[in-house]
């Protein structure tokens, strides 16, 4: 783009603007918001956790009050957590990845995740985590 579009005080058009380069780390993909929901579910930040989780199947999404209660009486910790890349279908509204880890459960039991499979769907150009696919890694469906 010539630089004289903006600086009315450059004359010469075949002066141009530099490259922008773009922050990879800003965007938001499948991985990274995963990712994103697991650190707020080891930090208990469960407002940070709601902003990423969409309804469910049946289009249930609770109030972020009520879905902080619901976490804090489920009290499932999430020891460790690994999300694969993944992959985004062709029509980039939804995408899979895979995810090892380990949850520590109310009772003091223990439960390990591997290889399971997290689906993660486009909502408003977000990637988000369906309410049931958390509730299914706590062990509560």
């Given at each position: 783009i010539p630089l004289c579009y903006f600086d009315l005080s450059i004359e010469d058009?075949?002066?141009?603007?530099?490259?922008?380069?773009r922050d990879e780390t800003a965007i938001?993909?499948?991985?990274?918001?995963?990712?994103?929901?697991?650190?707020?579910?080891?930090?208990?930040?469960?407002?940070?956790?709601?902003?990423l989780i969409c309804a469910d199947r049946e289009g249930h999404l609770p109030t972020l009050s009520a879905f902080e209660a619901q976490m804090r009486a489920a009290d499932v910790t999430l020891v460790t957590a690994e999300a694969s890349f993944g992959s985004v279908d062709a029509g980039a509204s939804t995408a899979?990845?895979?995810?090892?880890?380990?949850v520590r459960l109310k009772d003091g039991g223990s439960r390990?995740?591997?290889r399971q499979s997290v689906p993660m769907v486009?909502?408003?150009?977000?990637?988000?985590m369906r309410l049931d696919t958390l509730r299914a890694l706590m062990g509560a469906e």
């Open positions: 058009p075949a002066v141009v603007l530099a490259a922008s380069s938001l993909t499948p991985q990274r918001a995963i990712q994103m929901i697991f650190d707020g579910w080891q930090r208990r930040d469960w407002e940070g956790v709601y902003a899979t990845l895979m995810v090892d880890g380990a390990r995740l591997i486009r909502v408003a150009d977000n990637w988000a």
